[in-house]
């Protein structure tokens, strides 16, 4: 298959990139570098160092044999992304290219605007490209759990059956999201549900839990491969920033009391779950949604697994929540679908924590303390930003 990856310079977006390519389809990479720039405006880094996107694909090809075509443009400029789509022709387009962390689009009115604009515009031009160029294109798109918020009931994927005053009708699961960004991603949704309904598009929605890891059998090949590891409060996934705060001998910071529960997967396994939806396509017109998360844990419990696995002593900080969430509350979530199209998990075990204990020590002296501490508060996402100082 021809697969193009937007937002294929980052966390995900590379090593789904190599993956597919190590797996015989020939793909294309697109991105506009945004988040390194966010990089450059928050004073945070990577820990792990990573390469330019030229000496990522001269290695890759070094050690593979393989190629891989590179687009440099912005999503939110319509006639670069038709005219990429045309020229590249792809089978199925995957998407990841949007900003993608809830802080940073809490920070204040500039950040959310911009989060909204380019994630909701970005996904509008991919979608008029797709109409455009060939409607029979696959989009795979990335959303996230967190489109769904944190219901009283059972969280379905995607589409709920709801039977009001004796009718019937199937509909678009209820979301509640909790950030300008998890909103971004509910109205790419509609967006995305109304072009499958209206054009005949063929869409599937990825509703992706918190991911985890950093390294995949591609990314291990060689330190030039290897993708970016964020731990900072802003762009820091929870388990990794945990993972860091244990080795460095700093205790783990749990907002609030850490009963929130959230879905996870292994980067691993967001890898394959992409292979597996380009390679088993939604039907023309159909919106498929498949909630992306392999287990469920609270804060409190994925403290406590990366606690138990470290050798040493490892203390809990409970900080006040800056985010405005439930603390305590039910979440129950359907995810057969991916497994059925053939998702063999890795669960979270001690061995994946051990190799990121690893990652972690080799580059501690990369760790910029402060970066850690939340400084974006949910309540006061007015305020000016703190960066301009
Ligand atoms: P990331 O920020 O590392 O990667 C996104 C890439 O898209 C970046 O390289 C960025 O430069 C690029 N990009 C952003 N806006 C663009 C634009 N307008 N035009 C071109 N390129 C653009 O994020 P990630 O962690 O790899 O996440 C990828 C996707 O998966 C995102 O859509 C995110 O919402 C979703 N997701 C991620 C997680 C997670 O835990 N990382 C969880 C759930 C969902």
Redesign the pocket.
């Known amino acids: 298959m021809r697969i193009l990856v937007?937002?294929g310079?980052?966390?995900?977006?590379w090593p789904t990139a190599l993956h597919l390519s190590d797996r015989g389809h020939e793909v294309a990479v697109?991105?506009?570098?945004?988040?390194?720039a966010y990089d450059h405006e928050m004073g945070v880094q990577s820990l792990v160092p990573i390469e330019p996107m030229q000496v990522r694909l001269e290695a890759w090809r070094q050690v593979s044999g393989k190629t891989i075509k590179s687009y440099y443009?912005?999503?939110?400029d319509g006639d670069f992304t038709v005219e990429m789509i045309r020229d590249f022709r792809p089978d199925t387009i995957v998407h990841?290219?949007?900003?993608?962390a809830a802080p940073y689009s809490m920070i204040d009115r500039r950040h959310a605007v911009y989060t909204q604009q380019?994630n909701v515009v970005?996904n509008l031009n991919v979608l008029f490209a797709i109409q455009e160029v060939d409607p029979d294109i696959h989009l795979v798109k990335?959303g996230?759990m967190g489109e769904y918020g944190t219901p009283n009931i059972d969280i379905e994927e995607g589409w709920l059956e709801v039977t009001h005053k004796g009718r019937t009708d199937r509909v678009l699961y209820p979301k509640k999201p909790g950030s300008f960004y998890h909103l971004s991603?509910v109205h790419d949704s509609h967006n995305i549900e109304f072009a499958c309904r209206i054009w005949g598009l063929r869409a599937t929605d990825l509703n992706?839990?918190?991911?985890y890891g950093q390294e995949t059998p591609q990314t291990a090949l060689d330190t030039r491969l290897a993708t970016?590891f964020d731990y900072d409060a802003i762009f820091g996934?929870v388990l990794n920033r945990f993972v860091i705060q244990a080795v460095l001998g700093h205790p783990l910071t749990v907002y609030g009391t850490g009963g929130q529960t959230r879905g996870l997967i292994d980067i691993r396994d967001t890898v394959e779950c992409i292979r597996l939806a380009s390679e088993n396509p939604a039907e023309p017109g159909e919106f498929r949604v498949f909630n992306q998360i392999t287990e469920s844990f609270s804060v409190e419990e994925i403290a406590k697994v990366v606690a138990n696995s470290f050798e040493g002593e490892v203390s809990v900080e409970h900080l006040d929540n800056p985010r405005v969430e439930q603390q305590e509350h039910y979440y129950n979530v359907v995810h057969t679908g991916l497994v059925e199209l053939g998702l063999e998990p890795h669960l979270l075990s001690n061995t994946l924590i051990e190799s990121l204990f690893g990652v972690a020590d080799k580059y501690k002296d990369r760790v910029d303390l402060a970066a850690m501490l939340p400084t974006v508060k949910w309540r006061s996402a007015s305020s000016p930003m703190r960066t301009e100082a």
């Open positions: 937007l937002g310079d980052g966390y995900l977006g697109a991105d506009n570098y945004a988040r390194r443009g912005d999503l939110v990841f290219a949007e900003q993608r380019n970005g990335l996230t991603k992706q839990g918190v991911v970016r996934t």
